[in-house]
């Protein structure tokens, strides 16, 4: 599939909807070379922004085969600028994989989480052939744990690989089995969305979502861990917004 790219803020959006993101996973060889989705939403433009040229993480989303629009904040202010831009919440997607894109028989790998969250896929779809490694917190900062979860990725010769480990790690961990060559299939960079298909988290109403509001409902949820992201670094995307100029 060959479609032109939607530049904003510094990034090379895919301007596929929903219907065309599914199209364009189901429709993949499972024994493709290992290629991967990245779904930016605020804190990810924002991240990236910081990030300096050449990094891993830029060079991860650069990389990557889609880059998908995961924030309705991010598609209104795209329209400020004449851009339009759709939504593809990374959550609803990675849902829709698992649930109905996932073929039975389909090896699903997943990197992250725990054994409760392996043991609630596998009672939701028992007729996939899904396994796991649950890496240590912080392994961007441990060469062998990350060795070992490429190593995973290419040895379980998955149609779909799930990279639950929040950013940068999971993007660059997929950038880094993508560069190694010997795994096959579709990486997805998750973050929480095996939290909210399971119902360990509840997502917000979907009038909130409608609203563009779902980041106060996760900040509501879990102010302790969030505050910082919604309420300070967030907002700079306005500033970076009016800073932004179309190439």
């Given at each position: 599939?060959?479609?032109?790219?939607?530049?904003f803020l510094g990034?090379?959006?895919?301007p596929?909807d929903?219907v065309a993101?599914e199209?364009?996973l189901?429709?993949?060889?499972?024994?493709?070379?290992?290629t991967?989705?990245?779904?930016?939403?605020?804190d990810?433009?924002?991240?990236l922004?910081?990030?300096?040229p050449g990094?891993e993480?830029r060079t991860?989303y650069d990389?990557a085969a889609?880059r998908?629009?995961?924030?309705?904040?991010?598609?209104k202010?795209?329209?400020?600028?004449?851009i339009?831009l759709?939504?593809v919440?990374g959550?609803?997607?990675?849902?829709?994989?698992?649930?109905?894109?996932?073929?039975r028989?389909d090896r699903?790998?997943?990197?992250?989480g725990?054994?409760?969250?392996?043991?609630?896929?596998r009672c939701?779809?028992p007729d996939?052939?899904i396994?796991?490694?649950?890496?240590p917190?912080?392994m961007l900062?441990?060469?062998?744990?990350?060795?070992e979860?490429?190593?995973f990725?290419e040895?379980?010769?998955?149609?779909?690989?799930?990279l639950?480990v929040?950013?940068?790690q999971?993007?660059?961990?997929a950038l880094?089995?993508?560069?190694?060559?010997?795994?096959v299939?579709?990486?997805?960079c998750?973050g929480a969305s095996l939290?909210?298909?399971t119902?360990r988290k509840?997502?917000?109403?979907?009038?909130?979502?409608?609203a563009s509001?779902?980041?106060?409902?996760r900040l509501?949820?879990?102010?302790?861990?969030?505050?910082?992201r919604?309420?300070?670094?967030?907002?700079r995307i306005?500033?970076l917004?009016l800073?932004w100029?179309?190439p």
């Open positions: 599939m060959i479609h032109p790219h939607t530049n990034i090379a959006f895919d596929l929903m993101a199209a364009w189901a429709a993949r060889a499972p024994d493709a070379p290992f991967f989705i990245v779904t930016p939403n605020v990810h433009v924002v991240k922004d910081a990030a300096p990094s993480l991860a990389t889609l998908l629009c995961d924030s309705r904040i991010v598609s202010l795209a329209a400020t600028r004449g339009a759709p939504v919440p959550s609803d997607l990675t849902a829709h994989l698992v649930t109905r894109i996932a073929q028989g699903l790998c997943l990197i992250g725990d054994a409760a969250m392996l043991a609630d896929l939701l779809r996939l052939d396994v796991q490694l649950i890496p917190m912080g900062n441990m060469p062998d744990a990350m060795a979860a490429e190593a990725v040895n379980a010769r998955a149609r779909f690989t799930l639950a929040a950013m940068p999971q993007e660059i961990l880094r089995v993508a560069q190694a060559g010997g795994a299939g579709v990486g997805l998750i939290d909210f298909l119902g509840a997502r917000a109403p979907r009038w909130m979502q409608r509001l779902e980041w106060l409902h509501l949820s879990e102010p302790r861990r969030l505050w910082r919604y309420l300070i670094e967030g907002p306005f500033l917004t800073r100029r179309k």
